[in-house]
């Protein structure tokens, strides 16, 4: 297992302006100014803020892709941490087609989609006019809407279909439903070298409730190729877990990063 210190953010904080007075300088991770805030103090202080430390574990899969030990949002493998609309960076309150971020405004049904729109054949979608495909063609996550990288860093990216696919594949790894610290979820194992993750079975929101009864899903970054408004996951249960399943991109559901 390796850490890896992905950014350091600002700060800056040795400009005395007066005996007490102190100007701590914060900047994003692109390096532009994010705010200058004053604070009093008595003494030339310099601060420093580090992002959290986000661990991965290489467990020798032929793309040779490395799967984050906690979802996005948790502190601990078995921590659920936060819901994501498919393409969305921020959590919420409500997951529902009105609220989504890609629907057209003031619309609250999936042929309003206006962003990662594929040629489905599904033509009641506003990506196609008079028959004609008139979409983006876009299947996969930019990295601004990706919440792994939003939240994480460019180091990070929401998995590829295929990247789950692998992940679950019975030549590369095997899967056992257990239970860690009280959370039930799936413990994956390498078969080529022993280590292992752990999914929790976190649930996911649908509407203004969550609904956690032994069954939760980890998105993709990938839209489903025969219905625009779908997007892959890993769908899990009690009694089952696999990768070629998708949900209406409206869900709340977890995120575990990857990176290579």
């Known amino acids: 297992m390796k850490r890896i210190y992905f950014t350091l953010i600002a700060l800056m904080a040795t400009l005395v302006v007066s005996a007490q007075t102190i100007e701590v300088y914060e900047y994003n991770t692109d390096g532009s100014l994010k705010s200058v805030p004053a604070y009093t103090s008595t003494k030339k202080v310099k601060v420093i803020f580090k992002e959290i430390v986000h661990e991965y574990v290489d467990l020798g899969l032929p793309s040779g892709t490395l799967w984050a030990t906690c979802n996005v949002g948790a502190d601990k493998p078995e921590d659920f941490g936060d819901y994501f609309a498919w393409g969305e960076t921020t959590p919420k309150d409500t997951y529902d087609e009105e609220s989504y971020k890609w629907m057209n405004d003031g619309m609250d049904t999936w042929t309003q989609i206006n962003k990662y729109t594929v040629a489905d054949g599904q033509f009641a ?23 792994a990288t939003a939240n994480w860093g460019s180091d990070w990216r929401m998995p590829t279909h295929a990247q789950q696919m692998e992940l679950l594949k019975s030549a590369y790894t095997e899967t056992e439903w257990t239970t860690v610290n009280g959370v039930n979820g799936y413990k994956i194992t390498s078969k080529t070298n022993g280590k292992s993750i752990f999914l929790p079975v976190a649930g996911y929101f649908y509407y203004g409730s969550i609904y956690n009864d032994s069954y939760g899903g980890y998105w993709s970054r990938e839209v489903h190729p025969n219905r625009t408004d779908l997007a892959w996951r890993i769908q899990l249960g009690s009694d089952y877990i696999g990768a070629n399943d998708h949900a209406m991109r409206f869900y709340g559901l977890s995120v575990r990063p990857v990176r290579k």
């Open 125 to 147: 979608g506003r990506w196609y006019f008079g028959g004609t495909f008139i979409g983006d063609n876009k299947s996969e996550l930019l990295p601004e809407d990706d919440a």
